[in-house]
């Protein structure tokens, strides 16, 4: 099993469309969660953490199922530049904790 | 915000040759930074970790003596690429750790293409 596993995609959606996201991850130590997006050729960039409690960013909501080893990405109201590839990333545990593990990540593009 | 410097952003090379990659954090202090190289399609896979003033920490597979890291500074981390090959043409990714709760700054990534 990997690491962390995402939905493969990739995902074509309408503007103003609600889609999901969804990752797993096998670690059952892993003690960080967060999802970044990467734009085309570009470096990752930290989107939001994710913690138990859930969490949101305005159109953006992350939840973590610690139990279940999963982790999902909502985005309401979708907008065009919303379009970029969504990485679900991990930390390690113990004395790896620092490390980052990426999903290969979902492509999403939005539609006009 | 906390930045990280890398370059060059893009380089060819020919085969065999060498290729420096430098990654400077401009307003922090990097004790630790972490490579990273993506193939197309595929996910960022973390090849090692620097550490300022001791030796790189190499993840199973990389070759510790074709990767050659240096970690002299608090603010400069390098990769160097030795004797470069077509299958080692991808994208090179600089991270460090900027503050509390795993915060992470990565660089804007190096596109090695090797011909």
């Known amino acids: 099993r990997k690491e962390v596993e995402q939905d493969p995609g990739p995902f074509n959606v309408p503007e103003g469309a609600t889609v999901a996201f969804n990752c797993t991850y096998s670690?059952?130590?892993?003690?960080?969660f967060f999802w970044y997006r990467q734009d085309c050729r570009k470096e990752p960039k930290l989107l939001m953490s994710?913690?138990?409690s859930g969490n949101e960013d305005g159109r953006f909501t992350a939840q973590l199922n610690r139990a279940s080893q999963y982790i999902s990405l909502l985005i309401r109201d979708s907008k065009l530049s919303d379009s970029a590839t969504y990485l679900c990333?991990?930390?390690?545990?113990?004395?790896?904790?620092?490390?980052?593990?990426f999903g290969k990540g979902t492509l999403l593009t939005v539609n006009p | 915000g906390a930045v990280v410097s890398q370059h060059p952003s893009r380089v060819i090379c020919k085969s065999g040759t060498s290729v420096k990659i430098e990654c400077r954090s401009l307003?922090?202090?990097?004790?630790?930074m972490f490579w990273y190289r993506q193939f197309p399609k595929q996910s960022l896979m973390l090849m090692a970790t620097?550490?300022?003033?001791?030796?790189?920490?190499?993840e199973q597979g990389v070759e510790k003596d074709k990767f050659l890291i240096n970690h002299a500074s608090l603010t400069l981390s390098t990769l160097t690429v030795t004797s470069a090959h077509p299958e080692d043409s991808s994208f090179y990714i600089c991270?460090?750790?900027?503050?509390?709760?795993?915060?992470?700054?990565f660089g804007s990534g190096t596109r090695l293409t090797v011909v």
């Open positions: 990333v991990v930390t390690g545990s113990g004395g790896s904790n620092y490390k980052l593990t």
């Open positions: 307003d922090f202090q990097a004790t630790t």
């Open positions: 991270s460090a750790q900027t503050g509390f709760n795993y915060g992470y700054t």
């Open positions: 670690n059952s130590a892993s003690q960080s």
């Open positions: 994710v913690y138990s």
């Open positions: 620097s550490n300022e003033g001791s030796k790189a920490t190499y």
